[in-house]
């Protein structure tokens, strides 16, 4: 505690003192750069962000400036060869995580990502120069089977209806392979059906896993943010049969009649995907830079700044790829034995 009292110490002091200044604009020489952001997904098209670096005092690129390079030459390339060179585009968001965002630009390529695929993808611009990078698309891990311990189920009679609800523990069980280094991230999403206006509810939480937390040190679980971050490595589990640990709470199913039980088609989507090494130590990077306890120092002034890591040439933007495995639940299958 005395450690963590000093430290509260001295962030106070900064910022009183830090209070007393405006308008600091650090006298930093730095010439904007080629920004290139792509995450190949095994399964969906290629979709490249190109835009380039500011500096701070220009503004807000999403209100006053306008950073993304429409007249960039965009290559791509797959296993050594030229693939495409797509055009900059404006195209229809289908985001369900961002429902406000109406259109997407960039540059849409046709390729496909499969497993094992060796991309490179090059831009040009004629004002702030070229950037590259690469990766290496995984092979998916596959979920090989889900183990489930249903808790405090209950059921009700609402009118004619019937509500269901519960808890319950995942063990979701996969294999990582032994001849290579493996980097995964866990995620889920829950579909439920409106359509019979009938109640649905799960609520995924991660804190029983503790490979989520793995790169958290003891006294980072004390100061810093840990929750919604679910990439790992397999530096534990090299080559071993292992479970995720994930649990259900607050699950709620409701049917109109129990002659049809399943009648109610919600369900939740678990996924485990296999993601590039560029992806992780991006992810984490970010973690560090915002919650670690370097990043918290760094942001004080008490330790050298934290960046977040990137593998494109310019040091701007990073080049991921991902192969998801996923196992779709039916929410009725939590009370169908109960």
Same mark, same amino acid.
């Given at each position: ?105 960039? !540059? ?20 702030? %120069? ?40 995942? /063990? ?6 032994? /001849? ?6 866990? %995620? ?36 810093? /943010? ?26 709620? !199913? ?28 991006? =992810?984490?990077?970010?973690? =560090? ?5 370097? %990043? ?43």
């Amino acid at each position: 505690m005395a450690f963590l009292n000093r430290i509260i110490y001295i962030v106070l002091s900064l910022t009183l003192f830090t209070s007393c200044y405006s308008d600091f604009e650090p006298d930093i020489e730095s010439d904007p750069v080629v920004c290139i952001n792509a995450l190949a997904k095994t399964g969906e098209p290629l979709r490249i962000s190109v835009t380039r670096t500011w500096r701070w005092s220009e503004g807000n690129p999403d209100r006053d400036i306008d950073i993304v390079l429409k007249d960039a030459i965009v290559s791509l390339y797959v296993n050594g060869e030229l693939v495409e060179t797509p055009h900059f585009s404006i195209w229809e968001a289908n985001d369900p995580a961002r429902p406000w965002l109406k259109n997407e630009n960039g !540059y849409k390529c046709s390729y496909i990502p499969s497993p094992g695929d060796l991309i490179k993808i090059t831009a040009h611009s004629p004002k702030y %120069g070229d950037a590259e990078g690469e990766v290496r698309v995984p092979i998916p891990v596959d979920i090989d089977k889900t183990d489930m311990n249903v808790m405090n189920v209950k059921a009700n009679q609402i009118g004619d209806k019937f509500l269901y609800t519960g808890d319950a523990l995942l /063990e979701l069980w996969f294999t990582d392979p032994a /001849e290579m280094d493996n980097y995964y991230m866990f %995620g889920d999403k829950r579909n439920y059906d409106y359509g019979n206006n009938m109640i649905s509810n799960a609520y995924i939480e991660y804190d029983s896993e503790p490979l989520f937390t793995e790169h958290v040190s003891p006294i980072e679980s004390i100061v810093s /943010e840990t929750s919604g971050y679910t990439i790992f490595t397999d530096r534990l589990i090299a080559g071993k049969s292992y479970p995720l640990h994930i649990r259900v709470s607050n699950i709620q !199913y409701e049917v109109a009649s129990m002659d049809n039980f399943d009648s109610n088609k919600s369900s939740i989507l678990l996924t485990l995907n296999a993601i590039s090494e560029s992806y992780y130590k991006h =992810v984490l990077s970010v973690w =560090v830079s915002n919650d670690g306890i370097s %990043g918290i120092l760094g942001g004080i002034g008490l330790g050298d700044p934290t960046w977040e890591c990137s593998n494109v040439s310019t040091g701007a933007g990073v080049i991921a790829a991902i192969a998801p495995s996923t196992v779709e639940i039916p929410i009725a299958m939590f009370f169908q034995d109960k």
